[in-house]
């Protein structure tokens, strides 16, 4: 009968344990397919990568400290990386944003954020694209409240590399500033947006736009949508908060 009895009490413990496991199990598959399996932002933004773990930690471009363009309380964002050698990113200037401009960033409803299209190789070769994007981050320090105008000029016209210089007086901005600027540019924007291009698997896709609110609960266009299409994911996140 003794025996028996330790016998019991051995049997309880792993009882225990293997009810234990069960739940345990239960609750990170139930995490998984909430956060990670219905999210293409998150399986996007985890996307690993061999030089460095930005992608590990980083779930959606970030916008913190970036200049916009819109109201700043606005809650819709869109975030958009657009190549200034690309046909693309200047049809989507021409033939789309204007309607979004209209309809959403002058009403109050929507911000715009630019992020420069350029990888860490374009920043090593020192080549056309890393020119382009030093000349912009100059244009932002020298004259912050210049800077989109002068940067949507720039892909209407399909201005280039060196000829963002030929849109400085224009836009009222020193060139002799300029000039020294270019030099030594501050290159943190330019090395998060290169490890974003890279991580987040935009490297030969041009443009891509991420609408958010606040930069979140992201849907993901590729390439020049329609206005259509592009509004409607817009409207997406106006029902959400109810507009």
Not at 231 to 238: D, K, L, N, S
């Amino acid at each position: 009968m003794a025996a028996k009895k330790r016998k019991n009490k051995a049997i309880f413990p792993a009882l225990l344990l293997v009810i234990f496991l069960i739940f345990s199990t239960a609750n990170i598959y139930g995490f998984y397919k909430k956060g990670y399996a219905n999210n293409k932002i998150i399986k996007e933004g985890l996307k690993p990568s061999p030089n460095n773990f930005y992608g590990l930690y980083v779930s959606a471009p970030s916008i913190y400290g970036r200049s916009y363009y819109g109201d700043g309380n606005a809650s819709i964002t869109v975030t958009g990386f657009l190549d200034p050698g690309s046909e693309s990113s200047r049809e989507f200037m021409l033939d789309v944003f204007p309607g979004f401009d209209k309809d959403y960033v002058s009403t109050g409803k929507a911000k715009f954020y630019a992020k420069y299209y350029i990888t860490n190789d374009d920043i090593a070769a020192k080549n056309n694209k890393f020119i382009y994007a030093a000349s912009l981050l100059c244009v932002s320090s020298l004259n912050s409240e210049a800077f989109y105008g002068l940067y949507f000029d720039a892909l209407r016209l399909n201005v280039q590399n060196d000829g963002i210089r030929s849109l400085l007086d224009k836009h009222k901005i020193s060139k002799k500033e300029f000039d020294e600027c270019i030099n030594n540019p501050d290159m943190k924007d330019i090395k998060m947006d290169a490890a974003e291009v890279e991580n987040f698997g935009i490297v030969g896709i041009s443009p891509r736009f991420y609408i958010g609110l606040n930069g979140r609960s992201n849907i993901v266009i590729d390439g020049v949508p329609s206005y259509a299409k592009f509004r409607q994911a817009v409207r997406e996140h106006e029902y959400t908060i109810g507009n």
